[in-house]
């Protein structure tokens, strides 16, 4: 009786050793499932933060070139401004030249119309009319020539060759040491006369041109220079 006791104990030990074995296995093999799926929830909780702070930092960026562009935008504006600005100082300053400038003119137009009237008519001579330039020679000839190239008529020569004869005898060379007038036509200064031709010194075709040229510019005719040159002693 005490050895089938003994048989039954131990089976039932072993029943209850194997049993709580099972139970064991069941409870480390929940527990291992629990721990993978805490892990996973951390990798999940891992990848939704890098994800977080990917968004976050593609927002900062784009928030910063945003701001760049705005910023190029804006000093775009400013210099389209200034410029703009600049332009209407520049148009407003050119008006004004454009305007001092017609002034000018319109003043020197009247001078020239009080001057006009001031001297009479224009034609102080009363002597023979040459028939054509073979009447003279030299530079007087060369000057009645181009006198009459200028637009002048024969009638106008007279009075050129009083006035350039009392100026400077036709002399290309002729020079007044105290104002500093030169050749024939006596420019003050006589490189002036550069505007017609760089050998303004010694040629005095270049002279006579640019001589007419000062006197119809202010007198109109060489008549009204001399008119000019009778009143003043100058012209």
Known sequence: ??????????????????????????????????????????????VENAEFRYQHEQYVAHADDVARQRAAQQEAARKAAEAARLDAERAKA?????????????????????????AGTTTTYTGPIPSSCNSYSGNRKTGCALMLD???????????????????HWNPKATNPSSG?????????????????????????????????????????????WSHSQSTGWY
């Open 94 to 118: 050119a008006a004004a030249a454009s305007r001092a400038k017609e002034r000018e003119k319109k003043a020197a137009a009247e001078a020239k119309a009080a001057a006009a009237k001031s």
């Open 181 to 225: 007038a030169y050749g024939i036509a006596q420019a003050v200064p006589g490189s002036k006369m550069a505007s017609v031709a760089d050998d303004w010194k010694t040629n005095p075709a270049t002279q006579i041109k640019w001589g007419l040229g000062y006197i119809e510019g202010r007198y109109d005719t060489p008549c009204g220079a």
């Open 150 to 168: 200028a637009g002048f008529k024969i009638d106008q020569m007279p009075c050129l060759d009083k006035l350039w004869t009392k100026e400077s």
């Open 1 to 46: 009786m005490s050895r089938l006791m003994r048989r039954y104990g131990v089976r039932t030990l072993s029943v209850a050793l194997l049993s709580v074995g099972v139970a064991g296995g069941f409870y480390l093999g929940e527990d291992r499932k629990t721990q993978q799926l805490d892990v996973s929830s951390q990798q999940a909780l891992d």
